[in-house]
């Protein structure tokens, strides 16, 4: 931002965008730094590890058209402290780019990633899933108290339908594991790309829903597509969107998590997917 | 197979397996060729494609465990004939293994995979999806008729429940774009995770069925969790499995797909996305 009129600085960096940092070191690679602001229980928040990723395709100068789809592997725990990211278009086609990405901390992989861009062009569209049916409207519901939660959590304004964390922890097994929350950046912010990866990370376990009790888990895949594009992110602009999440099966040791982050005005803005390790 | 005894060499290899088959070049790449058994109208059956990148991490001498998760991004049309793929266990963990796989023609990438593989241990287990009631039996259905079908969709038994393909292609839109269907190998075949990720693969494209009408698509990125272990699949043999798929939307050039895979005593097999480019 070296370069910029310092009319045209933001007064403060959102702790999003200090979080998702990166500095070129040379033409395929970037450092960075973990953020203490979106800290987890061990490392950092999932959700920043995936934003980071597809900061380094986005921000890369050979970079084509606009995210489609990102799968991150969380390959172990990401240490506090700095990273490189090594970004490389492992191909580049008419009209959509094919990327790898990896996250290396002390000559280790921590994360491996790719992602899909893509030019976009106007066609035949049509929804074919809905949003949830008279939900109510975030103005309406009390935002959960994050307080007591690790530092990433209070990085989101987080209103729940159904489906919050358990409180207390009673053990009692639920016939189902699904939420549905409006959610935001806290503070606000709009909504782009790179906080809508992060965003699609921010569900609690299912499994912590399902049974109301703890676990040790650890997503170890994740999966997003991106139906919106930078347009359709910028007219949703800072206001809090309607996510959904479901498991479908809970299995020695693996369980999965789909959901949808749809805007206030009922449009699909992501699908995304995960396999999670629980344990015991 | 040279220093098999000749008692032990199955008489036909399966076409399946003849199409996946590769041979190690060093530590870390493989050879194979496209099967024409498996050729789609431009080029392999994706599904191919798809279960020889898994096939490469199935086969290393480093593999631990079995596979949760499969991405495979197709970064561009495979020509018909040889093929490198390159495969490198990115991280090794006490339980998990994360894999980075490329396929390479005429020293450009055409597809990347990322797999996880794990060690998996009895715990606490659980459905929450449950696959439709009351379907009819395999056996009460006509299987489709494949014959002016490309090669690959030969390969298989397909009896649709619902959601085949149009026939003929009227234009008439529908209101969804599901499908449901009892899916073998054909001729039939034990079902293990390289076949499970090709089946995966083995659905007609949404906005086809949504439609009515065919268009210029190709699948850009797909994802598939394994929820079956080994002992799972080896239970399911080779009877048909029931795969019931959807899109969720359908925007300016892209649409997503997810679908499941349950065997015939109602257990989820794999869980299934992606996303594909459409034209028109």
Chains 1, 2 share one sequence.
């Not at 919050?164 to 806290?186: I, K, L």
């Not at 399902?210 to 994740?222: L, W, Y």
């Amino acid at each position: 931002m070296a370069g910029l009129p310092k009319s045209r600085l933001p007064m403060t960096l959102h702790s999003f965008d200090e979080a998702i940092a990166l500095t070129p070191r040379d033409d395929n690679s970037f450092t960075g730094c973990t953020s203490p602001a979106y800290a987890n229980m061990v490392g950092p928040f999932g959700g920043t590890t995936a934003a980071t990723m597809l900061q380094a395709a986005l921000q890369h100068p050979e970079r084509l058209g606009q995210p489609i789809a990102l799968t991150v592997n969380f390959a172990s725990a990401v240490a506090e402290g700095e990273f490189e990211v090594h970004a490389r278009a492992a191909r580049t086609n008419r009209s959509t780019q094919h990327w790898l990405i990896e996250m290396v901390q002390q000559g280790q992989t921590v994360s491996t990633a790719s992602a899909v861009f893509a030019q976009r062009r106007s066609t035949w569209s049509r929804p074919e899933a809905m949003p949830p049916e008279e939900v109510p409207a975030p103005e309406t519901l009390r935002s959960a108290d994050t307080s007591r939660r690790p530092a990433w959590v209070r990085r989101y304004d987080m209103r729940f339908i159904e489906g919050g964390m358990p409180e207390p922890f009673d053990a009692v097994e639920q016939p189902h594991s699904r939420t549905c929350a409006w959610v935001r950046d806290e503070p606000a912010r709009s909504l782009d790309h790179a906080s809508l990866a992060a965003l699609c990370d921010s569900f609690f376990p299912r499994v912590f829903i399902r049974r109301r009790k703890p676990a040790p888990i650890g997503t170890v895949t994740m999966t997003t597509y991106f139906h919106a594009d930078e347009a359709l992110l910028a007219a949703q602009a800072d206001r809090h969107v309607l996510c959904c999440a479901r498991a479908m099966n809970f299995r020695d040791g693996y369980f999965d998590q789909s959901a949808e982050v749809w805007s206030d005005s009922r449009e699909l803005l992501a699908s995304t997917h995960q396999m999670v390790y629980f344990r015991e």
